[in-house]
Structures are given as structure tokens and as C-alpha cells.
């Protein structure tokens, strides 16, 4: 005679079915995620809005002027949040360095949460795309531009709004197909 087959039970089949189902459905999520990359526009309070008023050092080498956003009223621009320590940096900086020599709209550099020598240290190796680049190391400013990463880009109008939050690498694709032109109808207003 063989051994009964243990029967499955509702409780049995909810402590293993349930999780295996929720892990199913998480990792479904993050693959259609990850299919759809990973630069894109974040909802923000700030769209619309003055960007917020900050004042931080320069990052520049013995610099002691400081910067506030008021500096360039009248002009669109580009505030680019980047760190040494950020490896999607690294992958938008060719795409930045572009920018800069074809001189389309002012980028300045937001230098969030590093040390100073180290970002310095960092645009000494990769070229340095910025006009100016402000220094953040404890990251109050950022969290007043509601920054959850890094790099994070926003256009900002000539009357110093916000009109749009990016998030993640400006690839070649994003510039051309939201930034650009977008920059360019703010630029004819």
C-alpha cells in the first residue's frame, strides 16, 4: 500500500500561490518599465511655476561668486542635475558636450549631493558642458527643486518658470523629440 498523497489545502496553496502571484505581477511591472526606459517627464508641482529661489556657490575652483536663478531672467535654460558618483551622468554627457558646442539654450550645471573636488575632478575628465555649474552638497537646495535623482534636467522659461521635469539621461531621442523643440517654442515667445 503507498503512503497518502498529501492533499492541497486552501491555507497551503495561499502561502505559496499568493506570493509566487505577487512576485509574477511585481517583476511583470518592472519589465514593461524597463522596456519603456528610464528618461521621461516626472509630474511636478513646480511645472508652472517660479523655480524655486536658491543662492549656491559656484563650483569652479576659487570661485567665490555665487549663483541665483534671477541671473538669467529673460533667457530659456537647461538646469542639469548631475554627481560624480552617478553612472546615467556619464551616459548623458556626450549628449550634453553636444549641446553645448552647438549653443542652442545656457546649461548650467547643479552639482547635487557630491564633494566639490570630486565634481570638479569629474568635469576636469569629461569636458566640462556647463556654463556654470552650482554646488549642493547637502542637497537642501535639491530638495527644494523636489530632486529624487540624479540626473534630472528642467527647462526653465525666460519669466524663470518651470515647464518641464526630466528625469533620467537627455538622450540624442529625448533631445530631439521633447527638449528641442519645446526649448525652441519657449525661446520664440
Given at each position: 500500500?503507498s503512503?497518502?498523497?498529501p492533499?492541497?489545502s486552501?491555507?497551503?496553496?495561499?502561502?505559496?500561490?499568493?506570493?509566487?502571484?505577487?512576485f509574477a505581477?511585481?517583476?511583470?511591472?518592472?519589465?514593461?518599465g524597463l522596456?519603456?526606459?528610464?528618461s521621461e517627464a516626472l509630474p511636478?508641482p513646480?511645472i508652472g511655476?517660479?523655480l524655486p529661489?536658491f543662492?549656491?556657490?559656484?563650483l569652479?575652483?576659487?570661485?567665490?561668486?555665487?549663483?541665483a536663478p534671477?541671473?538669467m531672467?529673460?533667457q530659456?535654460?537647461?538646469l542639469?542635475?548631475w554627481?560624480?558618483?552617478?553612472t546615467?551622468?556619464?551616459?548623458e554627457?556626450?549628449?550634453?558636450?553636444?549641446l553645448s558646442?552647438e549653443?542652442q539654450?545656457?546649461?548650467i550645471?547643479?552639482n547635487?549631493?557630491d564633494?566639490?573636488e570630486?565634481?570638479?575632478?569629474?568635469?576636469a575628465r569629461q569636458?566640462?558642458?556647463?556654463?556654470l555649474?552650482?554646488t549642493?552638497p547637502?542637497g537642501?537646495a535639491?530638495?527644494?527643486?523636489?530632486?529624487v535623482?540624479?540626473?534630472?534636467?528642467?527647462?526653465?522659461?525666460?519669466?524663470g518658470r518651470?515647464r518641464?521635469?526630466?528625469?533620467?539621461?537627455?538622450?540624442?531621442?529625448v533631445?530631439r523629440n521633447?527638449l528641442?523643440?519645446l526649448?525652441?517654442?519657449?525661446?520664440g515667445?
Open positions: 500500500m503512503a497518502p498523497r492533499r492541497l486552501l491555507g497551503r496553496l495561499l502561502g505559496f500561490g499568493l506570493p509566487l502571484a505577487l505581477a511585481l517583476a511583470f511591472m518592472l519589465a514593461r522596456q519603456h526606459g528610464h511636478s513646480l511655476r517660479a529661489t543662492v549656491l556657490p559656484q569652479a575652483a576659487g570661485e567665490a561668486p555665487r549663483f534671477a541671473q531672467k529673460g530659456v535654460w537647461l542639469n542635475v554627481a560624480s558618483w552617478c546615467s551622468c556619464k551616459e554627457h556626450p549628449v550634453l558636450m553636444g558646442r549653443a539654450v545656457p546649461l550645471g547643479f547635487y549631493q564633494q566639490a570630486a565634481g570638479r575632478a569629474w568635469l569636458g566640462d558642458p556647463y556654463r555649474t552650482v549642493d547637502d537642501r535639491g530638495l527644494d527643486l523636489g530632486v535623482g540624479v540626473p534630472e534636467t528642467f527647462v526653465i522659461d525666460k519669466q518651470v518641464h521635469k526630466l528625469s533620467g539621461p537627455i538622450t540624442p531621442e533631445w521633447t528641442q523643440p526649448i525652441q517654442e519657449l525661446q515667445a
